[in-house]
């Protein structure tokens, strides 16, 4: 089955050890996300890539990078975590061309936790 | 600025019907999108409004009015496994999708 998925499901890391979350998807979308989701608010847009092309969104801390070396993979680094970055990591996918935008597909998300 | 609204929680009785309310100030509109998270998982996919009007799905049902600036969800004949949070988001001028923070519904026996 075409999916999205990310790994691990639960990290536990240090406070300013460097983590890195993976994401893959099986759909072939040209669209890859990354949200941040704390407890009872609304995902956060941290980027996302169109095709190569890199979109961080501005309020996004420099301590979160990503990478996309193709199209299947998608991987956010964080720097030196810190314990306001303890929350629900989500990767996402959608198909996006000449205008048109569909829904995007959600992997079942990274619960980082941070000591 | 942009801004979602919709209430913190609703409950609702199982077999019943629900109905929850989403409006937004977004800079442009290029579509409502409706999704179903429970706790713990990802969200997905429920319902896409572009027009004014009702979509019907199975039990769910979305409605857009571009003019007021609001949508809501309607659950017909709820189930247990219903309760989970719906999230409300608009797609603006820019594409970006801009996320509400959610309405957790609690279904009772």
């Known amino acids: 089955d075409a999916m999205v998925i990310q790994n691990p499901r639960y990290q536990v890391t240090q406070f300013g050890k460097p983590v890195t979350l993976s994401c893959s998807q099986t759909l072939n979308h040209n669209v890859m996300y990354w949200y941040q989701q704390k407890s009872s608010q609304a995902p956060k847009l941290l980027f996302h890539y169109y095709d190569k092309d890199f979109n961080n969104e501005a309020d996004t801390p420099d301590n979160f990078q990503s990478r996309r070396p193709n199209t299947s993979f998608c991987f956010l680094d964080i720097r030196s975590p810190g314990l306001g970055d303890a929350a629900m990591y989500l990767c996402?996918?959608?198909?996006?061309?000449?205008?048109?935008?569909?829904?995007?597909?959600f992997g079942p998300g990274t619960r980082l936790t941070v000591l | 600025g942009q801004n979602i609204d919709q209430p913190t929680e609703m409950t609702a009785t199982e077999g019943a019907i629900v109905q929850i309310n989403c409006t937004y100030q977004t800079s442009g509109f290029n579509g409502l999108f409706w999704y179903q998270q429970h706790a713990g998982e990802a969200p997905t996919f429920l319902s896409y409004n572009v027009l004014d009007g009702l979509e019907e799905k199975g039990r769910f049902s979305s409605f857009l009015s571009r003019s007021k600036g609001y949508s809501y969800l309607l659950l017909k004949e709820l189930q247990m496994k219903d309760s989970a949070s719906y999230l409300c988001a608009v797609l603006d001028s820019n594409y970006q999708l801009i996320w509400g923070a959610g309405t957790k519904l609690i279904i009772k026996p």
């Open positions: 996402a996918t959608s198909v996006e061309a000449g205008g048109t935008y569909n829904e995007q597909f």
